[in-house]
Each structure stands twice: as C-alpha cells, then as structure tokens.
C-alpha cells in the first residue's frame, strides 16, 4: 500500500455553517442519491423530513418512471412506500409522523390511507 503525502495547510482554518432545521427539509425534485445522503448527513439532528413525516431510513432504487416528484409510485411490501425524486426514487423504510414515535414504513403506509399515485409533501 503506498503512503499518503503530507501537505501543509495554507491559509485560514474554515467554518462549517450551523444546521438549521430547514436544512432537513426534503426536496424530491433532488436525485435520490442525493435525498439519502442529506438523510444520513442530518440524523439525528435536524433529520429529513417532508411536511408532519420525519425519514428515519430510506434506500435508493434505481428506476426511471416518469413521474412527477414527490408522488408515490409503488409499493414494496414489507418494505414502504417508493417515491419519485428528480432521478431516480427513494424507498422509505422508516418514518415517524409528527407527535408519534419511530415506525416501518410499510406500517405507516397502511395506517396513513394514501394510494399509489399520491404525493407526499
């Protein structure tokens, strides 16, 4: 394995911006990949979340419906809900809604009455 050359920092040390609550804010018209990498960037703190639905767990699918973003286009069972992002979709496998505790998607997805076609904002 080879080394790693050591290079002398130049200039000022810089600042990471504060995480604010909007930050967690999920965009669907973003690729998934990107979508899933802000979710486990902001965990546990300000974590994603869409309207009332904070996304605890996710996984990416790679599908090219053309669909509109945000909109539910299937359902995995067992799994959740799959979401249209800008590229791609996002499988939601942990959810907790607002004011209630952390739960499988696909048991929020029963509970929540939404069809296939719906969108989540």
């Known amino acids: 394995m080879g080394q790693i ?3 002398p920092q130049t200039g000022e040390a810089s600042k990471a911006p504060i995480i604010r ?7 669907w018209s973003k690729p998934a990949e990107v979508i899933f990498n ?3 960037g ?10 009332g639905l904070k996304i605890i767990k996710a996984k990416v699918s ?8 945000g909109t539910v286009i299937r359902l995995v069972r067992d799994e959740g809900p799959v979401v249209k992002c800008g590229l791609n979709s ?3 496998l942990q959810v907790q809604p607002e004011g209630k505790k952390a739960m499988p998607a696909w048991s929020w997805w029963q509970g929540a009455r ?8």
């Open 5 to 7: 050359a050591r290079v």
């Open 21 to 27: 609550r909007e930050d967690g804010v999920v965009n």
């Open 38 to 40: 802000q979710l486990r």
């Open 42 to 51: 902001f965990t546990p703190w300000p974590g994603a979340h869409v309207g």
């Open 62 to 69: 790679f599908d090219s419906e053309a669909q509109e973003p």
């Open 90 to 92: 996002l499988v939601l």
């Open 114 to 121: 939404l069809k296939i076609g719906d969108k989540i904002v």
